[in-house]
């Protein structure tokens, strides 16, 4: 039965699938989630698939573009499974809502939605973030630099403080500065197979940015007013909340500046009172055990988002499947590198916009997509 199974990764808001090759110098939006999975389940490597919607194209064409791919892995698997991060938890909630239409998509696709087994989100803004509302233009523009900056410096790939420039450059008009990724300098900085991928994705950011609008709470919840009593199927969420940031950010080399732009984008994504989505972690009630997943070593208070989803927006009712103690990129495997409770270097550092001193690691990560993937082999979604 397991040789039947499909599961279809679908990454969030300036989401990819992979940029290089896996045999080579490579970047991974679910930095080694995949892996983990298939260790649970036994499946194969290639019956999880990564989607590349546009990263911040409109919401109706990233469900357009899930769509595509579910009806293509429906003549090769019997059970498809979803796993959405962030925008992509909307993504696998509305093509699974048949009340939901988008510009030429079929008016019927319950047969289609009928092999669909477990649809699993994580840190999913359901009901938009008031980031989107309170920082459009910082969602526009600071953002796509992060998002260069945090790519150029991840030590897997490349190296050396001028990767700032490079990644920086790919932001400004074709005409300021040469844009050849064959040239021998960028060569000499980068895999030439994974910098093409990179400039053509920034790129795509800069010049379709409509997904910000449709995040807003405002537009959010005008739509689930439109399609409200359309779900097909149970949805099995799980929540992502990060500690309140402090005052004054414990010092740490090298990541005081990380733990500083995590206070700044919580404050953006703190909910008011009036938004319904200001909603203490205790009224949030959970399935399964534990309830909630998290390091000793995780500095408390708790506060009221991940650093770019509020809690009240990551269920549809109020239920979740579990609770995660992360920032909104720790969850899926984007967490500063740093040292185990034993003293010993962690396995894995990788791309992050922020610290929110969550002290989610490997272990953490581990436990979690462990639990994940046990969940894919439960026969009843």
């Known amino acids: 039965m397991q040789a039947s199974d499909a599961v279809i990764l679908v990454p969030g808001f300036f989401g990819f699938g992979t940029f290089g090759s896996p045999d080579g110098p490579h970047i991974a939006y679910f930095e080694r989630v995949a892996a983990t999975l298939q260790l649970v389940t036994g499946w194969q490597p290639e019956q999880f698939v990564s989607l590349e919607p546009p990263p911040t194209g409109p919401l109706w064409t990233r469900v357009e573009c899930l769509h595509t791919r579910l009806e293509e892995l429906s003549q090769r698997y019997e059970r498809i499974h979803l796993i959405g991060h962030s925008t992509g938890g909307v993504d696998a909630r509305l093509v699974m809502n048949t009340k939901y239409l988008w510009p030429g998509g079929p008016l019927d696709r319950r047969p ?25 233009v910082g969602l526009e523009l600071v953002a796509p630099a992060a998002t260069a900056i945090s790519i150029a410096t991840a030590p897997s790939v490349l190296e050396g403080p001028s990767q700032f420039w490079n990644a ?19 060569a000499a900085l980068a895999d030439p197979a994974v910098w093409p991928q990179i400039h053509a994705f920034l790129k795509h950011i800069v010049e379709d940015r409509r997904l ?11 739509l689930n007013e439109e399609i409200d009593g359309g779900d097909h199927r149970l949805i099995e969420s799980f929540v992502t909340v990060a500690p309140r940031p402090a005052l004054m950010p ?6 005081s500046a990380l733990r500083y732009l995590y206070a700044l984008t919580y404050g953006f994504a703190h909910p008011s009172a009036d938004s319904g989505l200001d909603i203490p ?18 500095r408390e208070p708790l506060g009221s988002n991940d650093g770019v989803v509020p809690i009240g927006s990551q269920t549809l009712h ?5 609770i995660v103690v992360s920032d909104h990129l720790d969850v899926i495997g984007h967490y500063p590198g740093g040292y185990d409770r034993a003293g ?9 916009f922020f610290d929110s001193e969550a002290h989610f690691r490997d272990a953490e990560f581990r436990w979690f997509w462990t639990r994940v993937g046990r969940l894919l082999l439960d026969p009843a979604p």
């Open 250 to 255: 414990t010092w740490h080399p090298g990541r």
């Open 112 to 136: 289609l939605l009928d092999r669909i087994g477990h649809v699993v989100t994580v840190s999913a803004p359901f009901r938009g973030t008031p980031f989107a509302d309170r920082f459009p």
């Open 344 to 352: 010993r270097k962690e396995e894995h550092g990788g791309i992050t």
């Open 281 to 298: 972690l205790s009224d949030i009630t959970t399935s399964g055990e534990p309830r909630m997943i998290t390091s000793e070593q995780a």
């Open 168 to 186: 920086f450059s790919a932001l400004l008009p074709d005409g300021w500065v040469p844009k050849d990724a064959d040239a021998s300098e960028i």
């Open 318 to 322: 109020g239920h979740a499947a579990g």
């Open 212 to 222: 910000i609008g449709d995040l807003s709470v405002r537009a959010m919840r005008k």
